[in-house]
């Protein structure tokens, strides 16, 4: 049957998406990574294979006409041309389009429209194209050098605090609290332990809600945390719209747990939105990854 396919290569895993021409849902799959900043070609090579393979016993056979993916790790050294190699010999479809996954959802929006994705959620990054297909990506550079205002970066920059309490260095903090009961650990030594051996950059960036908690209890450095997190977003933003070359329209996409659940944030960095980009049309992205796949891969089918 033919078909088109969407793909989300997360870091984690991999999903896909299978429909017919006419949009019928055909069957989905699921695999490991497909990152190749964190995996082996083998690794990843095996992970498409088993992905196509798990969704032919669950779609029968297919004949994918078009087939979109994106993934984590496309900066990786000739990361597009192995994807696409890949997908394209254990699929047979010559028609692929590999985009970074952060590519997603500024694709799968209305080509005509100025837009920017602005991502926090374990990490960070701004995408953006114009109309005319010039785009801009700032940011996502990992939590080692970047991901600023992302869920890792606020949790490391909260334990950082407790840890600066600790020693007398820094201010008193109810993070300290907050920490060590959501950790359930004694004392803040405890908790250095902990994550070393028992948390990876995920987990970690799951605790960030409680900088949200202190922030809201008024606590000062909870609230500098958030501060400084929310001008480092608008500082990805604001570089990736003026490299993209906007004019006064256009979309901005928020994406991630921390645009959408930490009320602190998404209400200081509307403001600055609103002061600087009055026109601008802020849209939260409630559409899964794969489901933009499947998207842009049904706009390439109707160019064939």
């Not at 719209?241 to 209400?267: C, H, M, P, R």
Request: with cysteine; hydrophobic share 40%.
């Amino acid at each position: 049957m033919k078909c088109i396919i969407g793909i989300d290569g997360g870091g984690t895993k991999t999903y896909a998406k299978a429909y017919s021409l006419d949009g019928k849902f055909l069957g989905e799959s699921k695999s490991g990574s497909s990152n190749l900043c964190s995996n082996s070609y083998e690794s990843v090579e095996q992970n498409i294979n088993i992905l196509f393979h798990e969704l032919a016993k669950n779609c029968g056979e297919l004949c994918p006409i078009s087939i979109c993916i994106g993934t984590a790790g496309i900066r990786a050294n000739n990361a597009h041309e192995s994807i696409k190699k890949m997908i394209t010999s254990t699929s047979g479809c010559e028609n692929v389009l590999v985009l970074g996954d952060m590519e997603l959802p500024i694709y799968a929006h209305d080509s005509n429209q100025n837009a920017v994705a602005l991502i926090s959620g374990t990490g960070s990054i701004a995408f953006a194209r114009n109309k005319n297909g010039k785009s801009a990506r700032v940011g996502g550079w990992g939590h080692i050098v970047g991901d600023e205002g992302s869920g890792y970066w606020l949790t490391a920059r909260a334990i950082k605090a407790v840890m600066r309490a600790f020693d007398a260095r820094g201010q008193k903090t109810q993070l300290t609290k907050l920490l060590l009961d959501q950790l359930n650990c004694n004392s803040p030594q405890d908790i250095i332990t902990l994550i070393h051996d028992n948390f990876n950059k995920s987990q970690l960036a799951s605790m960030a809600y409680i900088v949200d908690i202190a922030a809201k209890n008024g606590d000062g450095v909870a609230i500098d945390i958030l501060n400084e997190g929310v001008d480092l977003l608008f500082e990805i933003l604001k570089t990736a719209i003026q490299t993209a070359e906007f004019d006064n329209e256009f979309g901005i996409i928020f994406i991630g747990g921390v645009l959408q659940k930490s009320e602190v944030i998404n209400s200081k960095i509307k403001g600055l939105i609103a002061h600087h980009y009055p026109d601008a049309q802020i849209i939260n992205q409630q559409k899964e990854a794969v489901d933009c796949a499947v998207e842009i891969a049904k706009k390439a089918s109707l160019t064939l």
